[in-house]
């Protein structure tokens, strides 16, 4: 009996691991094209009762998901992520400039106002005067537009960073919900390959936003540990999830989470893909870049449009020039002048009625070509100017503006020497106060203040707070540095370079010939400078250091959108400069002719002229002609969004083949289940005939007893 009994019991567990092993299959086919389906394999085992084969079980019913594959999927996953969020963003702000092989960018747009110039210079008439300034005024038009909406783009990644960031929790918790009942359903002896492939479905939607690691528990309860790229643990069994938030106080934005059991901290260089990591580089990085190297574009393009518009003049001159808030008291300017200029008073003929020669090397003034005369010092340099320019016309300052003026129905030229011409900062007397502007600003545009290292720097009291942060907005550090009243510029300099108490740990700030002040991060450090505070005035009126040098990042992009045409010569074209002062013809001749058309060719040929570009985004400090790096730029944009286009494409493509290496292996194949099939058919109808002899044994015995 005990030996009928036990092929009966071999027979009938038999039967029911054939069963179960039909059953599997049948769900495996069933699922053969649903999307994260992970094939699942019934596990047989030998079953033994005292010592003997006792038939066989279906130990457990498991995924057939591969470790492996399913990690470089994961990873390949998280590179498309951020790869394909780069390329998205840099594609739409490739866009914003125009098609490079259409007539309608911005630089060609640039092009159009020095072709427009050129035919005013040729053919001089309210008509081309009012198209020159149309152009130019669409120029700065459209540039702000790029800019709005470059910011717009910025504006746009923190919105789909919060939505991620969203997303990311709702899929850690969900994972973590699951890690709880699959590992109840494990120590139960019930089958949670569903639970398991729900599971995995949503590491795979997160190895899209975040760059992931999987790891079965070492508990054997079937429960999964995600990590992030550096081991830290972001859920795993017996642990609320970490939850992550977006900060966007320090200026930029940085991603910040509370691990399991932890306090909240920035998650910083745990990140290195994933669509957030692309959407955090897009906006810390791509976009601001691409916005800073258009301001320092278009900055550029107005400072060499006005300078070639202060070399010149309208005819006839005229009755005033008003300069521009240059940042800083007109005394610590003219201190640093050198060279030669003249101011002239002109008729309506264009003959002068007066002149003054003013050379700020020997510090003199001449009055109509008479002996030289010092005009004393600094401060009293515009006393000594008005003095010298009355009755005819007269000089003054408000505030940090210097204004020149003629009396009754004359007018006012200004024209350097030729052979040495006024300079500081890399501009001539009326280009440095702006008197004779044709693009002007509701801002700084030109941070070259012609400060040296020996000027006293001006700012006595407040503080600097400045923020250094990477480029994925993780903040570093907070440094608040107060200037000691009454030291000079180098001297202020060196105290924002100490290591103790300023930023040398971080980079360094440097004064060039021009008086500008940049940082520059410690090479390879990838860091970022932004600015917190500042309550720092120049002289207790002016500019903050950091207002008037240009130091924050987002006050440099900003630039574009604060200029435009000057407004009285968008009122009135005929302001435009056309003429060249002519201070050595013979008294009484005609200094200022209507019919010199020099002043519009030069502003045609801006363009041409060398000129110093401050590093921008990606382009560094360049000396070139501005269409040489409107080419550039142009190129510079190109560049970008291809070479990320490209790196997407490549990301994306590797992501599918390791989706397709993973599917081949976890995958359902329709041949395989088909021989599963048979294997279990066979087995199930060996087992049935056992089954069945087993029995007529057991009655024929019966049989006989009876």
Known sequence: MASLGGILNIASTALQSAQTGISVVSNNVSNVNTPGYVREVANQESLVVGGAGGGVDVKSITRAADTYLQQASLTASGNAGNYGAVSNYLDQAQKLFGDPSSSNTLFDQLDQVFTAFSAQAAAPSGVTQSQSIAALQGFFNQATQISSNLQALQAQTTTQITNDVTTVNDLLKKISDLNTVISQGTVAGSNVTGYQDLQSQ??????????????QDGSNTGAITIR???????TTLGRSPAVFSYDQSNGSGQLLFTPPGGQQQPYGTRLTSGELEGLLHAQNTDLPNLTQQLAEFTAGTASALNQASNAYSSTPAPATLAGKDIGIDVPSAIGNFTGKTTIAILNAQGVIQRSVAIDFSAGTLSVNGGAAASFGTASTFIASLNAALAPAGGASVTGRVLTLTAAGTNGVAVADDPTTPSQLGGKSFSQYFGLNDIVTSKGASDYATGLTAGNTSGFTSGSMKFRIATADGTDVADISVAPIAWQTLGQLVTQLNATSGGLGAYGSFALDSTGSIAFTARSGSNLNLGVVSDTTTWNGTGPSFTQLFGIDPATRANRTGNLSVNPAVLQTPSLLPNAKLNLTGAAGSIA???????????????????RTFQAAGLAPSATVTLSNYSAALSARIGAAAANASTAATNATAAATEAQTRRSGVEGVSLDQELINLTTYQQAYNASARLLTAAKDMYDTLLGIVQ
């Open 592 to 610: 200022l002719s209507p019919g010199d058309t020099r002043g519009a060719d030069a502003l045609g040929q801006a363009g041409t002229a060398m």
């Open 202 to 215: 949503y590491a795979d939607q997160l190895s899209k936003l975040i760059d992931i690691k999987v790891s």
């Open 228 to 234: 992030g790229s550096d081991g830290t643990a972001l």
